[in-house]
């Protein structure tokens, strides 16, 4: 398999997408950060040191998807036209799910990425003065669609 994000001479480059028509794409990542005992009863209790947690992560993580681009080199600078990212609380771990959608040149998966990382980090940030033991784990692109490959569905994780 050909890398397009190196030139003939083996150096970094940004793809040239110029040339591609815009198709209605979408991306959706997920990952998850396990909680201690005295975080969970702060995140549901809804007392955090530092103020709203969920809402701030989801926040965090709108912004940073409108950000990739100054993060990742490789990047192109996107119009996102649509954001959400979700919280589902099962036991000790907290599962993110951010979802990227628009109709672009070029695909969304690391803005979806971004998004979630960023949004499980700002939980991290908030609650690790109640505890910091907290694991961010399983981050990866659960599906996309649109473009050239078509749809992308991952495996199913098996626990």
Not at 88 to 102: D, F, H, P, Q
């Amino acid at each position: 398999m050909k890398l397009t994000h190196l030139n003939e001479d083996g150096y970094a480059r940004m793809v040239n997408v110029s040339g591609k028509q815009p198709t209605d794409r979408t991306a959706v990542a997920q990952g998850i950060i396990r909680l201690g005992d005295a975080v969970l009863k702060t995140l549901t209790d809804g007392n955090a040191p530092k103020g709203s947690v969920i809402n701030t992560a989801i926040v965090a993580g709108i912004q940073a998807v409108k950000k990739t681009s100054e993060l990742i080199p490789m990047c192109h600078q996107l119009a996102v036209q649509g954001t959400d990212i979700q919280f589902e609380l099962n036991g000790t771990s907290l599962k993110c799910i951010c979802s990227v959608s628009a109709h672009a040149k070029t695909g969304f998966e690391m803005e979806a990425l971004v998004g979630v990382t960023t949004a499980l980090l700002t939980i991290y940030d908030m609650l690790k003065a109640v505890d910091k033991s907290m694991v961010i784990s399983e981050i990866r692109l659960v599906e996309k669609t649109g473009g050239k490959s078509g749809t992308y569905t991952a495996d199913p994780v098996i626990s």
